[in-house]
Nanobody, 130 residues
Framework: VRLVESGGGLVQAGGSLRLSCVVSGLTFSANYMSWVRQAPGKGLEWVAYIEHIGSNTYYVESVKGRFTVSRDNAKNTMYLQMNLLNPEDTGMYYC????????????????????????WGQGTQVTVSS
């Protein structure tokens, strides 16, 4: 199983980035997917969740209205469009996948507990300068 994130970088406050997560080695469409980030010196923070066919999404309050999660099951890829970035969004962004209902989804409480997800990528760094 492999999850590979890309699209991170350095951006000024107010700017945008689009992260991608390409998944291989598992049935992508059978997995709940989340983005999780880790700011410097802090713990993991769940950011966004998307259900199998993309019909249901959840976001942490701090990114609502600025970030949009999506997926293309034909391409085994999940995306995170991040707009109006601010320095508090700085961190390593990880994608995570898990097929287990009641653990990885479909409820919001499961999504928020994404640190329990089974499969993780190596992360992509996002740095927002003020």
């Amino acid at each position: 199983v492999r999850l590979v994130e890309s699209g991170g970088g350095l951006v000024q406050a107010g700017g945008s980035l689009r992260l991608s997560c390409v998944v291989s080695g598992l049935t992508f469409s059978a997995n709940y997917m989340s983005w999780v980030r880790q700011a410097p010196g802090k713990g993991l923070e769940w950011v966004a969740y998307i259900e199998h066919i993309g019909s249901n999404t959840y976001y942490v309050e701090s990114v609502k209205g600025r970030f949009t999660v999506s997926r293309d099951n034909a391409k085994n890829t999940m995306y995170l469009q991040m707009n109006l970035l601010n320095p508090e969004d700085t961190g390593m962004y990880y994608c995570a996948a898990d097929p287990r209902p009641g653990i990885a989804g479909p409820s919001a409480s499961c999504a928020r507990d994404a640190v329990q997800y089974k499969h993780w990528g190596q992360g992509t760094q996002v740095t927002v300068s003020s």
